[in-house]
């Protein structure tokens, strides 16, 4: 039963490194990677954003393969390092199968707490107003601004709504809670806290992905990634748009 | 511009934590921000934008493919917040605004928008291929 622990293993790493967003290619490979662990007649790894497939034949025992797939996708570089960690663990014989795939199920799903993440929301923010030739002031501000957007982020995340909306909500109050701060601080530069306080919702990720995939051969994932950072820019677009509509007489 | 570098190590540091980047990483990838942004700023004085656009990504991909061999970690751990600052936010915003204001000027930054765009998508490709190469020619 060692070669169904394997490709068991196999899968589950390829479905945290795909939910973790990871290249499709690194995908394959680390699953192809641990199924060499065992000898075989054939196996293989295939990869979607979407979902993974692995199959092993090994002699005498009649071919098994495994298919899952994936709904939610989102960013995390943790994972992503912990997986490379332990397929490369597993193969040089460090760690056993069976506790690389209980390591692996141990991967926890967020590397910092809630409270971290939504704070690295609002500096990442400030940090962008510097980068963004901002005064001190303004980075200050953008904090507000930060609030606003991390408020929407969770509202989202509670009621489950899909990214193109969470995007476009977020874009929307963004630019409107620039404006209205520019109403009580006169001092502060909008157009720089609003473009700054896009940047965690910009699909660098994507953008970034896609041409890697692409690069690599694999179009598929490659045009599919390409689409997301389209339709994520599009949502930016009509949000900040909605945002400097509904303040029309302000602009 | 100073501050404006000072905001982009701070900027991809907490970047790289709202990516869930791993504590050991989010220094040097603050750093890979930080110098491809100061390349970018000073790269800007004497070229246009998707140029300078270029020349930065380049930076940022070499340094991020020498330090995630150097650590032992996937490129993408560098790669994804070191573009962070490249990313063409400001031209996508002001193409909007100016679309709001039915000014056609507009049109020209949507194209700088997909100008950056194809700028980091070629830097980035350029050095993976250069990368590919180089290894290669190591193995053999």
Known sequence: MEHQKCLETAILAGEILIRSGAETYRVEETMRYILSAIPSVMSEAFALPTGVFASILVENKPVITLVKRIDKRGINLSSIDEVNVISRDVVSSVISMDEAYDRLTSIKPKAYSRTIHNLSIAFLIAGFVLLLNGSLFDSLISLINGIFLILVLEGARKIESNPFISTLVGATVITIGAIFLKSIFKAIDTDVITIASMMPLVPGTAITNAIRDTLQGDYMSGSARALEAVVIAISIAIGVACGLGLLGGLL | ?140
Do not use: C
Request: hydrophobic letters at 55%.
């Open chain 2, 1 to 140: 511009m100073i501050l404006q570098v000072l905001g982009a190590v701070f900027g991809v540091i907490w970047g790289s934590i709202y990516l869930e980047a791993p504590k050991k990483h989010l220094l040097m990838g603050g750093l890979i921000g930080g110098v491809g942004w100061l390349a970018y700023l000073i790269a800007l004085r004497s070229f246009d934008l998707s140029l300078s656009t270029f020349i930065s990504g380049i930076i940022i991909a070499i340094l991020s493919h020498g330090f995630a061999r150097k650590v032992k970690t996937p490129v993408t751990m560098f790669l994804i917040p070191g573009f962070l600052p490249l990313v063409p936010g400001v031209s996508l915003y002001h193409a909007v605004y100016e679309f709001m204001k039915g000014s056609s000027l507009g049109n020209g930054y949507l194209l700088s928008t997909f100008q950056v765009a194809g700028m980091i998508a070629l830097s980035i490709f350029v050095v993976d291929s250069f990368v590919k190469i180089l290894e290669k020619q190591i193995k053999k």
